[in-house]
C-alpha cells in the first residue's frame, strides 16, 4: 500500500502552506533547525498573529536567537512576537527589518546582563511592552531597564509589572509632585534624562524623606521598578548606549559564526537527510531518519573525541 508523503500531499494543500515547507526545508539545510522545528516556529509566529509572509522571513530570526541564547524555539518565537506586535510602529524599516532589530535588541540585552535564559527576559519583555508603547518609551532605554531590573533580583514577570508601575507613576505623579517627563525630538520618553531630573529634585532630601517621597510617587510595586534606576542612573545610561549600539546586527553575526562550527555541519547533514526522508514517505521515511540520527551520534562522537584529544 502506498503511503502519501508529505512532500506528495503539499499539492492538496495552500500555497502558503507549500511556502511555509520551503522554508522549513530551507532551515533544516543551513545546520540551524531542524525541518520539523522551522515549520513549529512558523506555526508559533502565526498563533501569535504574525501574517504569513512576515512569518516565514521571521522563521531564520527566531532560530538564530533561539541558538544563541540558548532558548526553546517556539517561546522565543511567541516572545518576539508579543514585543513586535506592541513595539513594531516604534522601529523603522520593512516589517522583516523591525522585527529583526527587535530580536538584535532582546539578544543583545540578555548578553549585557547575562540573564540565566530568554524565557526569564522574554517574561519580563511580555508584560512591559504594552506599557512601553503607551508611553513611548526608547526601545533601547526600555530593554535596558528591564535587563538592569532582572539583574537587581527582579526576575521574569516581577520586573515587567515593576517597571508598569513606575511609568504609571512618572505618568500620574501625586499631589506634591508631577514628574517633568523628558522627550526626546521624535516624541518618546527620555526615561534616562527624566530619572536624572527626579534625583536633581530629590538632592536635598534626607534618606527618610526622600524614600516617602518616592513611595508615595510610585507605591509599592513602582519603587522597585525605579530604585534600582534611579540610583545607577549613569550607569543606565552608559548600558543603554552599549545596547543601542552593540545590538546592531548582533543575531546575523552570531548565526554566521555558529554555521561554521562543526556542530553545524553535522546537523546540516542530519536536515538534508530528513528533508531526503520526508520526501521519500512510506516505509522508507522511518530508515532513512532513523540512519540520519545515527550517523549524526557518530559524527557527533568522533568531533568530540577530536577535540579531547586536542585538549590533551
Known amino acids: 500500500i502506498y503511503t502519501l508523503s508529505l512532500h ?6 495552500g500555497r502558503g502552506v507549500r511556502r511555509a515547507w520551503e522554508v522549513g526545508k530551507e532551515m533544516a539545510r543551513s545546520g ?12 508559533a509566529l502565526n498563533s501569535a498573529g504574525l501574517d504569513a509572509a512576515l512569518a516565514r522571513s521571521a522563521t531564520p530570526v527566531v532560530a538564530g536567537v533561539a541558538k544563541l541564547t540558548g532558548g526553546a524555539e517556539e517561546e522565543v518565537g511567541e ?6 506586535n506592541n513595539l513594531g510602529k516604534q522601529v523603522t524599516g520593512t516589517e522583516a527589518e523591525k522585527f529583526s532589530r527587535l530580536a538584535d535588541l532582546a539578544t543583545k540585552t540578555q548578553y549585557k ?53 513606575m511609568l504609571r507613576g512618572l505618568s500620574k505623579g501625586c499631589k506634591e509632585y508631577q514628574p517633568q517627563i523628558v522627550r526626546a525630538k521624535d516624541g518618546t520618553m527620555d526615561l534616562v534624562a527624566t530619572l536624572r531630573k527626579i534625583k536633581s529634585d530629590t538632592r536635598f532630601m534626607t534618606t527618610d524623606e526622600r524614600a516617602q517621597f518616592l513611595q508615595t510617587l510610585f507605591g509599592d510595586e513602582g519603587l522597585k521598578g525605579v530604585v534600582p534606576l534611579l540610583d545607577k542612573v549613569d550607569e543606565f545610561a552608559e548600558a543603554t548606549k552599549d545596547v ?13 559564526e555558529y554555521l ?7 546537523d546540516r547533514m542530519t536536515g538534508s537527510l530528513s528533508i531526503l526522508a520526508y520526501s521519500l514517505g512510506g516505509a522508507f521515511a522511518p530508515a532513512v531518519e532513523q540512519g540520519a540520527k545515527v550517523l549524526a551520534a557518530i559524527c557527533q562522537r568522533s568531533e568530540e573525541r577530536r577535540v579531547g584529544k586536542e585538549c590533551r
Request: net charge neutral; glycine share 12%; hydrophobic share 40%.
Open 8 to 13: 506528495d500531499a503539499l499539492p492538496i494543500f
Open 32 to 43: 540551524l533547525t531542524g525541518l520539523n522545528e522551522g515549520m513549529n516556529i512558523q506555526y
Open 79 to 84: 516572545i518576539l512576537a508579543t514585543a513586535y
Open 113 to 165: 546582563f547575562q540573564i540565566r535564559n530568554f524565557g526569564q527576559f522574554g517574561e519580563t519583555l511580555k508584560n512591559a511592552s504594552p506599557s512601553i508603547a503607551t508611553f513611548n518609551v526608547q526601545l533601547e532605554q526600555a530593554y535596558t531597564a528591564a535587563g538592569m531590573l532582572n539583574s537587581a533580583g527582579l526576575q521574569s514577570g516581577t520586573a515587567g509589572t515593576a517597571f508598569n508601575a
Open 244 to 256: 543601542a549600539e552593540g545590538s546592531k546586527g548582533i543575531v546575523d553575526k552570531g548565526v554566521a
Open 260 to 266: 561554521q562550527t562543526n556542530k553545524a555541519k553535522i
